[in-house]
């Protein structure tokens, strides 16, 4: 039997990536502890200016983690107790997360249904007195519409965060994502565009008043050593991610480029095989530049979750991104949201996948991710004939 034809295929190859730079990612890290220097310090300060460059923005402030990035700037912007914040209900938990950690009620806002990005007529309906922000999520690494997102923003004064966890590196109308609103927060969880040995994150800013209070949060509130003007927290990042994002982020152009020839020929062999009407590939919008952080397809939903089974079963890696919107999160029932109050985002919840992507990903792997998707169709046919579907 042909070996790629029964190999698996994981989700996100993360040990393939560090394993190429092994010998680069190494030598940074001994670097770092030579220096002594393991949290914040000039290997933190050096790639904080590398991805301001990068991102196109006057400031870069490091931290712990994508989800305290977001903490860290709607504290410094001076969202709290009282203030509502709009978010996408169709999102990683930590961008509302992020809202009731500084005290502000997060308000859920429908999706776009092509492009799963936040709806902006919605964001104009959900909008109250208390409204003091919007988080638009760039999801699986294409930017939202931010020309209304900023319209709706300048004719309510409203703040704009922006979630760009999925998508460093993508752009809107040419302009780099983390770029487009206030502040910005950046994740370097290890699935990223750009991704650490562990948790790491940044926020973006072109205000300097707001990079300095950000810098101060993040050690306790303190400016100058053992003098605090407020309370903070501890939210430092660690010199050794620094210096292992420091050797990746020169590798991600290329790797942007290669997930985007993956994605093509996802779209082709998708057509190819005749899977249009089970597989419905992702939607680019005209103006935005995708990164494919994630490669999700629409399936019809009563073949989403046998499908992830099946091709679990084959060893292909897939994930669903995501399985319950946020309104209808235990934690945040006291809202008082219903099933039905987002009918988009609940639509996408139930039919949504992930199939394999990653820099590196080979056709091979890719035609044997279709080959399986074909061989559930078949195997379910005449149900999912195009002709039934239509």
């Not at 107790?81 to 999102?91: L, S």
């Not at 008043?209 to 903070?232: F, K, T």
């Not at 082709?268 to 249009?276: E, K, T, Y």
């Not at 792997?365 to 998707?373: F, G, I, P, S, Y």
Request: with cysteine; net charge neutral.
């Amino acid at each position: 039997m042909n070996r790629a034809a029964t190999e698996g295929v994981p989700l996100c190859d993360i040990a393939g990536q560090n394993a190429a730079l092994a010998e680069e990612i190494e030598a940074a890290l001994r670097r770092v502890i030579r220096s002594g220097q393991v949290i914040l310090g000039p290997e933190v300060s050096a790639l904080e200016a590398e991805v301001a460059a990068f991102c196109g923005v006057r400031h870069a402030v490091a931290c712990s983690s994508g989800t305290d990035a977001l903490v860290l700037a709607l504290h410094a912007l001076g969202i709290g107790p009282g203030d509502e914040v709009i978010v996408p209900t169709f999102t990683f938990f930590a961008t509302a997360g992020a809202v009731c950690r500084v005290g502000a009620t997060p308000v859920f806002a429908d999706i776009d249904p092509s492009t799963f990005q936040i709806d902006p007529a919605d964001v104009v309906r959900r909008l109250t007195p208390r409204s003091r922000a919007i988080i638009p999520v760039h999801l699986f690494g294409q930017s939202c519409d931010m020309a209304a997102i900023r319209a709706i923003a300048e004719e309510h004064t409203l703040y704009i965060v922006e979630d760009a966890a999925q998508a460093f590196g993508a752009r809107y109308d040419h302009q780099p994502c983390g770029s487009l609103g206030h502040a910005a927060a950046l994740s370097f969880y290890p699935t990223k565009n750009l991704g650490a040995l562990g948790d790491a994150g940044m926020v973006l800013t072109d205000q300097d008043g707001l990079a300095r209070r950000m810098r101060a949060l993040r050690v306790h509130g303190s400016e100058v050593r053992y003098y605090h003007r407020e309370i903070g927290y501890n939210m430092r990042l660690d010199a050794l991610q620094a210096a292992v994002l420091r050797v990746k982020l020169r590798q991600v152009p290329q790797w942007l480029e290669q997930r985007r020839q993956a994605a093509q020929r996802y779209d082709a062999g998708i057509a190819a095989a005749g899977l249009r009407h089970f597989l419905t590939p992702p939607v680019v919008h005209p103006r935005c530049d995708h990164t494919f952080n994630q490669y999700v397809v629409r399936v019809p939903p009563a073949h989403r979750d046998p499908l992830v089974q099946f091709l679990r079963n084959q060893q292909i890696g897939v994930e669903i991104y995501y399985p319950l919107c946020l309104h209808q999160q235990e934690c945040f029932r006291p809202l008082g949201y219903r099933r039905g109050d987002f009918p988009q985002a609940e639509a996408a919840a139930a039919c949504v996948l992930a199939l394999p992507m990653f820099p590196g990903i080979t056709p091979a792997q890719q035609q044997r991710v279709l080959d399986a998707c074909a061989a559930y169709v078949a195997a379910h046919a005449p149900a999912l004939r195009p002709a039934a579907a239509a």
